[in-house]
């Protein structure tokens, strides 16, 4: 069984910036996730309604053109709401891909899956059971509280 120096639950931004610098600093480092790096704000919260929202502004400033000298037939201008979704998909897989990037280039290991802490130097994700010396427990949005702190 492989034993890392640090073991990061939850790939958040206080999650994935903590394995990136301990890794940087020398430390063996993991990181666990069980959904997707970036967290809730870059995947589900903020980045994709900030999408949303640059779509909804364009398509509100298209409709008063007018006011600024152009020319443009309400009636003729539409929504694709399919495409408000696959921009939003288009930025988001490009910042969660630029996480991963982070965090393969600064050799932090990431495993996918939900981490189960079953004592204060161990934990397991699917299968397969992990040991560490110092964990970090940087769930954010959805908090999990290991057995062994209840």
Request: aromatic share 10%; net charge positive.
């Amino acid at each position: 069984m492989e034993t890392y120096d640090l073991m990061i639950l939850g790939g958040g931004p206080g999650g994935y910036v903590a394995a990136i610098k301990a890794a940087q600093k020398g430390l063996k480092v993991a990181l666990v996730e069980k959904e997707v790096v970036g967290g809730a704000c870059l995947n589900w919260g903020c980045i994709p309604t900030k999408t949303w929202l640059k779509s909804a502004k364009l398509y509100d400033q298209m409709l008063h053109a007018g006011d600024y000298g152009i020319k443009v037939d309400p009636k003729h201008v539409s929504v694709d709401f399919k495409a408000f979704l696959d921009r939003k998909n288009k930025v988001v897989k490009k910042l969660t891909g630029g996480v991963k990037f982070l965090l393969k280039k600064n050799k932090v290991t990431l495993f996918e899956g939900f981490g189960n802490v079953i004592s204060p130097t161990s934990l397991k994700v699917g299968d397969q059971t992990v040991s560490f010396k110092n964990l970090i427990i940087a769930t954010g949005a959805s908090p999990f509280y290991p057995r062994f702190l209840a």
